[in-house]
T-cell receptor, first 116, second 108 residues
Framework: EPEVTQTPSHQVTQMGQEVILRCVPI?????FYWYRQILGQKVEFLVS????????KSEIFDDQFSVERPDGSNFTLKIRSTKLEDSAMYFC??????????????FGPGTRLLVL | DAKTTQPTSMDCAEGRAANLPCNHS???????VYWYRQIHSQGPQYIIH???NNETNEMASLIITEDRKSSTLILPHATLRDTAVYYC?????????FGKGTSLLVTP
């Protein structure tokens, strides 16, 4: 069964450093998403991406964040200058179409980011 | 997104059916109801979704009331591995709003 994969599974970085989290969505999917979950808190939407542009973003997704689909298979989340409060699990998801249209988002296993 | 309301926690004995309720009284006519679960800090796992009709798959059944203001997720024979947080979501666009969900504990 096709699945979303994410690398690395764990990432430790120093405050102020740039990190890139990588995701390989399911191959025939067209919509891509990033969510995060701070330890003990709920899963929060960050951004959605379709047709090579951001389609929706939350208040969390500020200028420190960017997303890119550098090739036909990868989808990346870049945090330019990490802060302590960026420590969280980051989940990538993909779908064929919108959840609001009855299509399902499938999630990857996540990357645990720890900023020291 | 329609607002959803779920109980904070529930218990279920192993082997019995787990019935998880969700209220979504403000749901609009074209908003689907989705159920996901999260085991520990793993990625959210899709379970089932529906619009108006009841749905069943290999994991669960979804019963939606005729007025669509509430639904129930049924795990027919709960196992210890079904212990997780279950989320009922009614998205209208791109984002899934996970809320706090129902923490289901399946006991031996």
């Amino acid at each position: 069964e096709p699945e979303v994969t994410q690398t690395p599974s764990h990432q430790v970085t120093q405050m102020g450093q740039e990190v890139i989290l990588r995701c390989v969505p399911i191959s025939n999917h067209l919509y891509f998403y990033w969510y995060r979950q701070i330890l003990g808190q709920k899963v929060e939407f960050l951004v959605s991406f379709y047709n090579n542009e951001i389609s929706e973003k939350s208040e969390i997704f500020d200028d420190q964040f960017s997303v890119e689909r550098p090739d036909g298979s990868n989808f990346t989340l870049k945090i330019r200058s990490t802060k302590l409060e960026d420590s969280a699990m980051y989940f990538c998801a993909s779908s064929e179409a919108l959840a609001g249209a009855g299509e399902t988002q499938y999630f990857g296993p996540g990357t645990r980011l720890l900023v020291l | 997104d329609a607002k959803t309301t779920q109980p904070t926690s529930m218990d279920c004995a192993e082997g019995r059916a787990a019935n998880l309720p969700c209220n979504h009284s403000t749901i609009s006519g074209n908003e689907y109801v989705y159920w996901y679960r999260q085991i520990h800090s793993q990625g959210p796992q899709y379970i089932i979704h529906g619009l108006k009709n009841n749905e069943t798959n290999e994991m669960a059944s979804l019963i939606i009331t005729e007025d669509r203001k509430s639904s129930t997720l049924i795990l027919p024979h709960a196992t210890l591995r079904d212990t997780a947080v279950y989320y009922c979501i009614a998205p209208s666009g791109y984002a899934l709003n996970f809320g706090k969900g129902t923490s289901l504990l399946v006991t031996p």
